[in-house]
């Protein structure tokens, strides 16, 4: 039977809090419960939210990206239409292209059903282990409810039938074609009808009622056997209504509604919260997740925590971690809009520069996407970019090994950079040459990026760094990526 090997999320780093927001929108709509939420910066969406995440998820595993036989996403965010952004992360993180590779869309049941999708095939016995992901950074109407409610957050779980911490159990859905939100293409917004309480009854409550029912009776359990309930948040009251009105324990969701701190997250949001039930739960406490998404219904399972649970405790942020003070930086309501790319100022002139042909993109995919270096033969350094002659003087070999770049290091010198000439970027941030792990070359070994996520101040001679993926911009209406540092807090598991 399938079951959960390891897991991880990522939440953003900047909030804004819902009385911002009411300053600017003082009849505006109010997304009950919510008291602030996440927002994916300038460089972030679904595809580096993804990507961070299952990078935790494979370290709470302990597996490799070469183990996954699978990757399925779940988003209703992506910023295409007809190209694939689950193949964008699984070159990201290293996975195999002869695997099993799928987008899940038309909701926000979308996450739950990749993860369900993926268990599939862990019980079919088609894969070993399977990758599965709900991602989402939806945006609504200035003024809107949805603008209050809308966060962003990313969940990934590593799927398998041997050694799992958790095991699912029976399932159900209840699918309809209600629905009080939608958008369409070439739309940016989610449409509602502007009745919140037609939504909550009739859609959300209505769904996940009959499906939670539904698993309760065919899994012969009740309420009082639930320890924890993660279920989908589009606000911050009506899951604890549902949870009220079923009779469930009330202590069950008690670890598990999140979106008071970070708002609806869309197809990650049950899996957000199935992740924090699970950093609490101990063997043999049941969990019953279940998710919604309007125009499509819900999906309701069970998962019991098995006996493995707490060996792997040590090995992943809790997600508790990304609610405290110094996980988050506070943005007012103007500068959210501009993140949202609604306020805009004439730019300097872009350098000029050659567009990105698709052979170009796809020569140096493993090398600019993929993080892959040459390693030199001869004297084991390390080069990045990749090059035809070996950088340390005294070597000059021509024969490499094809190799994974590490991933953190060490600042080694660091500059302030006050001028930007391309969007999404904002100055001043600082920039840094860093010496990756590894063999202590001369030479190799070294990268020059932007730093994100990290104050001025802290940026320091022989401070840690870690490479993480993000937006670079985007041209032709392609996204392009790259990576910038982010400085590794000192008490990061794994670190």
């Known amino acids: 039977m399938a079951g959960i090997i390891g897991y991880g999320v990522t939440i953003p780093k900047k909030r804004i809090s819902t009385k911002s927001i009411a300053k600017i929108w003082p009849g505006g709509g109010i997304a009950a419960g919510i008291k602030e939420k996440s927002v994916a910066a300038e460089d972030e969406d679904i595809v580096t939210l993804a990507v961070e995440a299952s990078f935790n998820a494979l370290k709470h595993a302990g597996l490799s990206a070469s183990d996954i036989g699978a990757l399925y996403l779940g988003t209703v965010s992506s910023q295409y239409i007809d190209k694939s952004s689950a193949i964008l992360i699984a070159e990201a993180i290293g996975i195999s292209c002869d695997v099993k590779i799928a987008d899940f869309g038309g909701s926000v049941r979308a996450g739950s059903a990749a993860f369900l999708g993926c268990a599939g095939l862990i019980d079919s016995k088609k894969i070993k282990y399977g990758l599965a992901i709900g991602a989402d950074c939806q945006a609504g109407e200035m003024g809107s409810q949805l603008e209050t409610a809308y966060g962003a957050g990313a969940a990934a779980f590593i799927l398998g039938a041997d050694d799992v911490i958790a095991e699912l159990g029976g399932c159900a859905s209840q699918s309809t074609s209600l629905n009080t939100t939608w958008r369409v293409a070439g739309k940016d917004y989610v449409n509602f009808y502007d009745d919140a309480r037609f939504h909550r009854t009739a859609g959300y409550f209505t769904h996940i009622k009959q499906a939670i029912g539904k698993c309760l009776a065919e899994t012969n359990l009740k309420p009082e056997d639930i320890s924890y309930l993660a279920v989908s948040q589009p606000d ?149 970019p990749r090059r035809n002659i070996c950088v340390e003087k005294d070597c000059r070999s021509r024969q490499f090994e094809k190799v994974p770049l590490p991933r953190c290091g060490v600042i080694e010198t660091f500059f302030h950079q006050y001028v930007v000439y391309l969007d999404p970027e904002q100055a001043p941030f600082p920039m840094c040459i860093a010496r990756l792990a590894g063999k202590q070359e001369e030479y190799g070994g070294k990268v020059t990026a932007m730093m994100v996520d990290s104050p001025m101040e802290d940026v320091k001679v022989g401070a840690k760094v870690e490479l993480v993926l993000r937006r670079h911009g985007i041209e032709n209406d392609i996204v392009k990526y790259g990576y910038k540092f982010r400085l590794i807090k000192e008490d990061k598991v794994g670190g």
């Open 236 to 384: 911050g009251k009506s899951p604890v209504d549902v949870a009220k009105s079923l009779k469930f324990k009330p202590e069950a969701a008690s670890f598990t509604i999140l979106s008071p701190m970070m708002g609806d997250v869309g197809s990650a949001s049950s899996l957000i919260a199935l992740a924090a039930a699970l950093d609490n739960a101990r063997p043999d406490e049941k969990i019953l997740v279940a998710s919604y998404g309007s125009g499509a219904g819900s999906d309701a399972f069970i998962v019991t925590a098995k006996e493995g649970i707490n060996a792997k405790r040590g090995r992943i942020t809790p997600v508790q971690n990304y609610f405290e003070e110094n996980s988050k930086q506070y943005i007012e309501y103007i500068q959210y809009e501009k993140i949202k790319g609604r306020l805009k100022s004439q730019a300097l002139p872009e350098p000029m520069s050659s567009v990105d042909s698709s052979p170009s993109l796809w020569r140096d995919k493993d090398f600019v996407f993929g993080l892959m270096a040459l390693k030199c033969s001869k004297c084991g350094s390390i080069n990045f």
